[in-house]
């Protein structure tokens, strides 16, 4: 037979294990939310990065354009010149800028196809980054809410399991509840109170003196010598 305070001790050790191993999870949870948003920032700045890339050819190839657009006027110009010109030596002078000029806007005219082919490609790419990066924000999003309704789930049974939790216990006293206290948040994790089986202490795995297996017999409240955690016998096992 379990005696009484370690009956009643242990009913309340199984609430506060369980508001403990609760806890534990809540802590972990801004840890894991921050990692979802995290991911999804990079996930953002992938589509934002692929849009500015094909933004800049684009703006590259405008310039190309006006490029060309300005040697065209200032060919223009030169051929109506041509006609006014009295000196060949000019004339040849004004015929070898145009001529200069062609090449010019030649060049540029392939380097425009290629930025508009580069342009296409680079759409190409953001638009597939953008489809797979929404997909992945989506369920990022999802996972998001899933962790928030989770935080509240545990912070409700916490809440309910710390307002059923009794304050005082029937047949033990104030000073083992205070110590049950102080073992319960002691950082080693293990119950307060163990059982001791063949004679071993369920906490520390020593064996456990005569003297506390006489007191547990006799009903009193016994804490194990090596590692005071308070130790009970079960008997019926
Ligand atoms: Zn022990």
């Not at 342009?119 to 962790?147: G, H, L, M, Q």
């Not at 509240?152 to 033990?172: F, M, N, T, Y």
Request: glycine share 4%.
């Amino acid at each position: 037979m379990v005696a009484n305070w370690a009956e009643a001790l242990l009913k309340l050790q199984t609430v506060d294990l369980r508001i403990r191993d609760l806890e534990n999870r809540l802590a972990l949870l801004p840890k894991e939310m921050n990692e979802l948003k995290n991911r999804r920032d990079i996930a953002v700045n992938e589509v934002n990065t692929a849009a500015a890339a094909a933004k800049k050819i684009e703006l590259s190839r405008k310039s190309v354009e006006s490029e060309i657009e300005k040697l065209r006027a200032e060919n223009r110009k030169l051929q109506q010149q041509t006609a006014m010109v009295k000196k060949n030596t000019e004339y040849q002078a004004m015929l070898g800028t145009i001529a200069l000029n062609e090449k010019k806007i030649g060049d540029l005219e392939s380097r425009e196809l290629e930025l508009m082919d580069e342009f296409e490609a680079a759409k190409k790419a953001y638009r597939k980054i953008k489809a797979n990066n929404e997909a992945i924000v989506n369920t990022i999003r999802s996972e998001f809410d899933e962790f928030v309704t989770f935080a509240g789930d545990l912070k409700k049974e916490i809440a309910q399991l710390k307002a059923e939790r009794p304050s005082d216990i029937r047949g033990v006293d104030a000073d083992t509840l205070a110590r049950y206290n102080r073992l319960l948040a002691g950082k080693d994790g293990v119950a307060p109170l163990v059982k001791v089986e063949n004679e071993i202490c369920g906490s520390c795995h020593l064996k456990v003196t005569r003297q506390a297996l006489a007191n547990i017999q006799k009903g009193a409240v016994t804490s194990c010598e090596n590692c005071m955690h308070f130790i009970y016998l079960d008997d019926a096992e």
